[in-house]
């Protein structure tokens, strides 16, 4: 389970610079890893996922990098934009059984204009 | 196509009182999810339904009931609202092996 605080993480970052946001997970079964973005006031939105069998995985702008060795995940946003400003949110599942989700503590991303 | 739509988006209960959170998704996925996020923290499982006709206990459902209605409706029912519920639930789905889609949340609060 989660470690989780009354106050974010947060990580500043000027407009056009790259971002990381870092994650660990704990469980050595899971196999299949996501991110989220959420904004103010709205639900979690899929960014990029990755599964177990791969260690980089790029989209639009975001790469996501999974090191299974100590259990870490990192998300990648390039040349980053004031719309990329939100918080942000890893997960991790296992296919064995169900498919249960766990969320991470949350990364909050402020772009400095 | 609306994805995950839940109702109320806002909600003021007394101590005690009872409600019923509605949830639905159009995505013909086999699982969904209820989760709470409070200040300054991550999502926690409630209850999930990995399909039709079943439910299971997520980490913290104490205080809560659901109901998995049909494929596409899945509720969370408090039958007596505690001021530690005040918090902003979140439905999800998702079919098989992939991302959860969330709903935009109810912000409930109860005084």
């Known amino acids: 389970g989660e470690n989780v605080g009354l106050h974010l993480p947060t990580l500043s970052v000027q407009e056009g610079d790259n971002s990381i946001i870092n994650c660990a997970y704990s469980?050595?079964?899971?196999?299949?890893f996501i991110w989220y973005k959420q904004e103010s006031g709205k639900g979690p939105q899929f960014i990029i996922d990755i599964r177990s069998n791969m260690d980089k995985r790029q989209g639009q702008r975001v790469t996501v990098l999974l090191n299974k060795t100590v259990k870490h995940l990192s998300l990648q946003i390039a040349a980053t934009q004031p719309g990329d400003s939100a918080v942000y949110f890893c997960a991790e599942t296992s296919s064995g059984g169900y498919q249960k989700v766990t969320f991470g503590t949350g990364t909050k991303l402020q772009v400095i204009p | 196509n609306a994805g995950v739509t839940q109702t109320p988006k806002f909600q003021v209960l007394k101590t005690g009182q009872s409600m019923t959170l509605q949830c639905a998704q159009d995505?013909?996925?086999?699982?969904m999810y209820w989760y709470r996020q409070d200040p300054g923290m991550g999502l926690r499982l409630i209850y999930y339904?990995?399909?039709?006709?079943?439910?299971d206990k997520g980490e913290v459902p104490n205080g809560y009931n659901v109901s998995r209605l049909n494929k596409r409706e899945f509720s969370l029912r408090l039958e007596s609202a505690a001021p530690s519920q005040t918090s902003v639930y979140f439905c999800?789905?998702?079919?098989?092996?992939?991302?959860?889609?969330f709903g935009n949340g109810t912000r409930l609060t109860v005084t």
């Open positions: 999800a789905s998702r079919g098989g092996h992939s991302p959860l889609h």
């Open positions: 469980n050595s079964a899971s196999d299949y």
């Open positions: 339904s990995a399909s039709e006709g079943t439910t």
């Open positions: 995505m013909n996925h086999n699982s």
